[in-house]
């Protein structure tokens, strides 16, 4: 099976590309797809997300299982033929968690096919911006008291933080001695 995948590029300006893949493909394989057609470097992090109808985000699937007790299933874990069943089936992806680039992506044309092609870009339209649209974020914790936060607040806050023990008035120590046992 070839699926086609409209994936929309979450920007202002409309930049799109349908990716043609075999189904017998990996999520890594089609993260890989993804990243090519839009020209992004290589070695970042990504995450698929399950998504309903309204594009609300579900489940993540990760590139690699960071989790501590490593049970995570990861992109290489899943074929693209196991993920969508149907046209119209939708996923987002975000590809590099500095710069939080957004995918919207949806099955447009499952077709038949006699063999496994390699991945290709059958339609491409518009071009990379050169920053991620600013994303803001909502924490669903009762204890947030500084209210919504764009990455660029984050970004333009000076960050001065002075690890010096000024504060540390009562005279404990926290750093290392001067003397590290070598009584000779």
């Not at 409209?6 to 017998?24: N, P, Q, Y």
């Not at 070695?43 to 998504?51: A, D, I, K, L, N």
Request: proline share 2%.
């Amino acid at each position: 099976m070839q699926y086609t995948f409209r994936c929309i590029l979450d920007v202002e300006e409309d930049v799109i590309r349908d990716i043609a893949i075999s189904g017998h493909a990996s999520l890594e394989q089609f993260h890989e797809a993804i990243r090519d057609a839009f020209g992004m470097k290589k070695g970042e992090m990504s995450s698929f997300y399950r998504t309903d109808d309204d594009w609300e985000q579900g489940e993540e699937i990760p590139l690699f299982d960071m989790s501590e007790a490593g049970i995570k299933s990861e992109m290489r874990d899943h074929k693209v033929s196991s993920m969508f069943t149907r046209k119209d089936d939708k996923i987002i992806f975000v590809y590099d968690f500095m710069a939080l680039w957004t995918f919207f992506v949806y099955v447009h044309e499952i077709k038949e096919t006699e063999k496994d092609e390699a991945s290709k870009v059958i339609l491409s339209i518009g071009k990379m911006p050169a920053k991620p649209k600013d994303k803001k974020f909502k924490s669903n914790s009762p204890v947030q008291d500084e209210g919504e936060r764009s990455r660029s607040e984050w970004d333009d806050e000076d960050d001065d933080d002075d690890d010096s023990d000024e504060d540390d008035k009562d005279g404990d120590d926290y750093g290392y001695e001067d003397d590290f046992g070598d009584d000779d």
